[in-house]
């Protein structure tokens, strides 16, 4: 059995795809309990917002340093140390909040302790499955990232249901039993085999990236994919419970829940039919899907359209990562593993920058979170405005 998984590239496809949930479960179980956080700890909104960027802020700096120390590392111990991380991040968020005289500077350590692991996730499994000898690389890779939406939705839903049970007070519970997923998948990980993108050819260098425009380019379209998911998704369950008065459980359900299943579901339509439909204007329909979502769910006067904006967020922000990804491989096709690691970096800025926005712009309005999912806006229209410009610089060169 053993000399199976060690040959069978498909297990490292299915620990990739547990990898991708296990980044949904750092990034999306936390936010779940902001307003609990708030009322135990005593936080206010614009530390919780700082709990966001630190969260993505750490990925960011992980993502910049995995460029240079990712190859000559090797992928099979960073992609295990990612685990490593992950799991002790999730067990420390139960119990440094405890153990610190300052409850917040616990969260933090937490936060940092597992917003390592998930930066590299970021960084390594894209690659690691790009680099993979199996066929039709391109379902696999819409594939790969749908489970981030998976990963999203089982969080919120079998979160949700623990609380139902066991009530919100037992949340520390609920965080060592996440962290057994990273701890299953360290092992896993520790038997699969795995290639690297360099045996297929020499990347591009870090110089040679930066001196690319159309890296730039990419660079900016990343920032805003990765605010314009982020924007509303770190803050829908608290948007749902305090800015639309809805319950815990339904808020959470209508709200994050319904954003990554639709997010999901986005992206495998787009790993079907990425061949058959210019990903310039599918990213541009997305954008401009996204933009509505946006106002809908700030200026709504009634709850249930706000939640279907929220929702429909998911939809539109499916295609936009992954997208992005895309895009660049074929605009920089010798990109390589340094390419990946700063698209990474470009993602984890705006999913850092896009919920910070949000939430001080929420704290300055007094509280008012429809306020500040409606600064959000900036973000669709920064990146509808960039696509349309690229479609007009590929028209050109046609």
């Not at 498909?10 to 307003?35: D, E, K, S």
């Not at 939705?153 to 990273?182: D, M, Q, Y």
């Not at 899907?289 to 904006?309: F, K, Q, R, T, V």
Request: net charge neutral; with cysteine; charged share 10%.
């Amino acid at each position: 059995m053993r000399t199976r998984i060690r040959e069978n590239y498909n297990h490292t496809l299915y620990a990739c795809f547990t990898g991708y949930i296990i980044q949904a479960i750092v990034n999306n179980f936390a936010p779940l309990l902001f307003l609990t956080f708030q009322r135990e700890f005593g936080i206010s909104l614009e530390k919780i917002a700082l709990l966001i960027t630190f969260n993505f802020g750490v990925q960011l700096i992980v993502d910049f340093f995995a460029a240079g120390f990712v190859d000559q590392i090797g992928y099979r111990v960073c992609i295990v140390m990612a685990q490593v991380f992950s799991c002790v991040g999730l067990v420390s968020l139960a119990v440094l909040p405890g153990i610190f005289p300052d409850p917040f500077a616990g969260l933090l350590v937490s936060v940092m302790i597992y917003a390592i692991g998930g930066g590299l996730l970021e960084v390594l499994v894209s690659p690691i499955v790009e680099a993979c000898p199996t066929k039709r690389k391109e379902a696999a890779m819409g594939l790969l990232h749908s489970f981030y939406c998976w990963g999203h939705a089982a969080v919120i839903l079998l979160s949700t249901l623990f609380f139902a049970v066991f009530g919100i007070k037992n949340w520390r519970v609920l965080a060592c039993l996440w962290a057994i997923v990273p701890l299953l998948n360290t092992f896993y990980f520790t038997q699969v085999p795995i290639a690297s993108l360099t045996e297929e050819g020499e990347g591009m260098s870090i110089k040679e990236l930066v001196c690319n425009q159309m890296f730039w380019f990419m660079i900016v379209l990343m920032v805003c994919a990765g605010a314009c998911e982020q924007g509303i998704s770190q803050w829908a369950s608290a948007f749902a419970e305090a800015g639309l008065n809805v319950s815990k459980t339904a808020g959470d359900l209508a709200g994050p829940c319904a954003f990554a299943v639709l997010m999901g579901i986005a992206r495998i339509v787009y790993a079907k039919c990425s061949e058959k439909v210019s990903i310039y204007r599918y990213m541009l329909c997305c954008g401009i899907l996204c933009l509505i979502s946006y106002l809908m769910a700030s200026l709504s006067p009634s709850p249930l359209l706000s939640l279907l904006g929220c929702a429909l967020c998911g939809l539109s922000v499916g295609v936009m990562w992954p997208g992005s990804f895309s895009l660049s491989a074929k605009n920089i096709p010798a990109g390589g593993t340094a390419m990946f690691a700063f698209l990474a970096l470009a993602g984890d800025l705006g999913c850092s920058g896009g919920p910070a926005v949000v939430g001080f712009v929420s704290g300055q309005a007094g509280g008012n979170m429809k306020t500040g999912i409606l600064s959000g806006i900036l973000f669709p229209i920064v990146l509808i405005i960039m696509l349309l410009y690229l479609m007009r610089k590929e028209h050109r060169e046609n």
